[in-house]
């Protein structure tokens, strides 16, 4: 069964640098990659996802993500960030099949003034 | 631009009382999914279906039973409320050859 890993329960950046969350998955094949976004009392957005070809994918609101197969990672990045980015993050993965994605427990973003 | 819509968005329950969720999608998704939120936990899947007249057991089945009688309804129902089954509870809807999820808002449930 696949799996996701969310190394780091919270990151605490300041308004304007630069952000990494980490993001690594178990699964023997290739897998199709997703990133999602939750503000306070919502859903989950979409922010990117990755099925296959090129490894570098951007998203909405200024986010990219790399997927590293060797790493059997795939990390969210994002070059400046904006106090609206505060949210909890998460990283899912699918097999391919009916069965839904399968979620990483999620990086709570803080961001500082 | 419903979406998928969830009703209710907050109930609290007593022990032993049942209570059905309602999922309604209106981008006609073959394939629907309950799942739900724990602090520490992600998100964890409870059923899902693949078309109308179909369901599948997660990985938290327990304690629930769902039913799709229609393509864009996806019920989740708790015959006997447990405080275990205290939740955020997510619905998400997909066209499947994607495989992207589109949620709800979610419904937080309370079991006293």
């Known amino acids: 069964a696949q799996s996701v890993t969310q190394p780091d329960i919270h990151i605490t950046v300041s308004e304007g640098a630069s952000l990494e969350l980490r993001c690594n998955y178990s699964?023997?094949?290739?897998?199709?990659l997703f990133w999602y976004v939750q503000s306070p009392g919502q859903g989950l957005q979409l922010l990117l996802k990755y099925f296959s070809g090129d490894t570098l994918v951007q998203g909405i609101k200024g986010f990219e993500a790399e997927f590293k197969r060797s790493q059997s990672s795939f990390n969210l990045r994002k070059p400046s960030v904006h106090w609206s980015d505060a949210a909890e993050y998460f990283c899912a993965v699918s097999k391919g099949g009916a069965d839904g994605l399968t979620f990483g427990k999620g990086t709570h973003l803080i961001i500082q003034p | 631009n419903a979406g998928v819509t969830q009703t209710p968005k907050f109930r609290v329950l007593k022990t032993g009382q049942s209570m059905t969720l309602l999922c309604a999608q209106d981008m006609n998704h073959e394939y629907m999914y309950w799942y739900r939120q724990d602090p520490g936990m992600g998100l964890r899947l409870i059923h899902y279906?693949?078309?109308?007249?179909?369901?599948a057991k997660g990985e938290v089945p327990d304690g629930y039973n769902v039913s799709r009688l229609k393509k864009q309804n996806f019920l989740l129902g708790l015959e006997s409320a447990a405080p275990s089954q205290t939740s955020v509870y997510f619905c998400a809807s997909s066209p499947g050859w994607s495989w992207e999820l589109f949620f709800g808002e979610g419904s937080r449930l309370t079991v006293l």
């Open positions: 279906s693949v078309g109308e007249g179909t369901t």
């Open positions: 699964y023997g094949a290739t897998p199709y």
